[in-house]
């Protein structure tokens, strides 16, 4: 079985969802079937169609959150060196022809999140960053084309 590499904060954040969704949304999930089913006959019940894919979604999130924290391994990240671009870390990046600034944190795949500036080191900048000292460039293969990104800092949060 291939191992589950989360932060700690990124454990405890699924373990809650998992800890949610087994508790408080299945008790809903249950309910809109006990509803969808008091309406009558079930053949031709769009509600009872909808509260049973609802439930199955829910089932399979479940088991796929047990499972995945089932193999986790927790990595910590509160001390080493700063001199690469590792998990955990904040990077600042410069793009080499627009001059644009970015901060990314180097996370997991499972707690990646682009709004709030977490990337995965799997996705492809984050591949590219990875391992990469201050003021390495990184050649990185977007769909949008080839860029260049200079890291111009390295930090924790």
């Given at each position: 079985m291939e191992r589950v590499i989360l932060t700690k904060e990124g454990y405890e954040k699924m373990s809650q969802e998992l800890s949610f969704l087994a508790t408080k949304k299945r008790r809903e999930v249950a309910d809109m079937l006990e509803k969808a089913r008091a309406h009558g006959d079930l053949k031709e019940n769009a509600e009872y169609d909808a509260a049973k894919l609802a439930k199955q979604q829910l089932e399979t999130r479940i088991g796929m959150l047990q499972d995945r924290?089932?193999?986790?391994?927790?990595?910590?990240?509160?001390?080493g060196p700063t001199d690469k671009a590792l998990l955990g870390m904040t990077v600042e990046i410069r793009n080499e022809e627009s001059e644009e600034i970015f901060n990314y944190?180097?996370?997991?795949?499972?707690?990646?999140?682009?709004?709030?500036?977490?990337?995965s080191i799997t996705s492809p900048i984050g591949k590219g960053i990875l391992g990469k000292s201050v003021d390495e460039v990184a050649e990185v293969d977007i769909p949008a084309g080839l860029i260049r990104l200079r890291i111009v800092r390295i930090y924790r949060q």
């Open positions: 924290l089932a193999r986790a391994e927790i990595v910590e990240l509160s001390s944190t180097l996370v997991s795949q499972d707690e990646a999140d682009f709004s709030v500036g977490k990337i």
